[in-house]
């Protein structure tokens, strides 16, 4: 079963609304599937799925890069395994976009690259997620549009002290990311060189380039426009402005070739036609988001490059040497989010890097397994590199 990297359950109170407690959306060909999200979830409602816990771990006075400090920050994780005595078997997955902690699981499995029965796999939520701390259920004087504009720096930051207060963990096998993921990915590669075996990053970059800020921006803007929006303090979702925004992301999501071809009809019931699969990514595209969640996590992306890291003075180039971690690097040749392009530059800095794009259709959709066949190619090729990293 596949889950479409950034249509996830999202049970998000608002301030002043409170949204259905089960949301069902089917988006063409990938079917979706709803998840228990109860704290420390024994079974997975996936019969399929791997089995998980799901934990929440709270920071007191966590200051952000802006400047802000939370009086207290949550981090829900996901775990998968068990941590053994050396707690020398952990992989950390970082989430994406608007995902929450499941949404690693097409690479977790016996037979897959991560089997839980031998390793012990943290995934985590990014701030902005609707779980973690996020504008929609942070009090005031930090609610809504009052939430800081938050970092992948800190979301790294958060993650650390998650990994080394709670779980006492102060090394890492590999670190794997997909999309956002992937930039935290390459933060922490910069930001604490020796906390990690390796690195892999799949349809990500360790910087937002300027394409991609002006498409982020205008996605922004379609929400922002509605006029229910007043500025982040709507007291009813802005759905047209969500809307708009889903109508734009999903222009960018897959390839040209991707439509062209009508891989859409791959898997679709009997009757789906092109415009009811518009409609449905339209209106169904983040299921339950927040529009302040879903700014910040925007934000978050746009603002991202490794060389604003501390010590590097806004050099990209610098930041990237100095990573000294063998590194998968995982582009898909398709993806119009983060362009095979950027990750071909970036790959020249990096030191002990692998490049490998993925040879799919499905856009930016490739880096987290969307079909069978991108799933064997994702799953062979991070299996192959854990093992020749390891001997």
Known sequence: MRVLPYAHKKMIPHKNSIRSAVITASIALLTLFLLATATRAQEPSNPKAPRSERHEFIISNFKTESGVTLPQARIVYGTYGHLNAA??????????YMADYHGYEWLIGEKLALDPDKLFLVTTEMFGSGHSSSPSNTPEPFHGPRFPVTTIRDNVEAVHHLLVDE??????????????????????????????????????????????????????NAIALDATFKNGDYTKEPT???????????????SQEWWRDELWREGAKPGTTFESTLNEYKTNFIPGGDANDIILQMRTWERHDVGTTPGFNGDT???????????????????????????????????????????????????????????KFLNDAISKFLRESSN
């Open 87 to 96: 707690k020398d078997n952990v992989i950390l997955m970082p989430s994406h």
């Open 317 to 375: 180039k610098r930041a990237l040497q100095s990573i000294k971690v063998p590194v998968l690097y995982m582009p898909s040749e398709t993806d119009l989010y983060f362009p095979v392009g950027d990750a071909r530059y970036e790959s020249a800095f990096i030191p002990n890097v692998t490049l490998k794009p993925i040879p799919s259709l499905w856009g930016h959709t490739a880096g987290a397994a969307p079909n069978d066949a991108d799933s």
């Open 167 to 220: 779980l006492q963990v102060t090394h890492l096998r590999a670190i794997i990311g997909f999309s956002m993921g992937a930039e935290q990915a390459f933060q922490w590669a910069v930001s604490y060189l020796a906390f990690t075996d390796r690195i892999v990053a799949t349809s990500g970059t360790a910087k937002c380039y300027p394409q991609g800020f002006i498409r982020l921006e205008s996605q922004i």
């Open 240 to 254: 047209k402005g969500i809307e708009a925004f889903a109508l734009i992301w999903t222009a960018w999501l897959y």
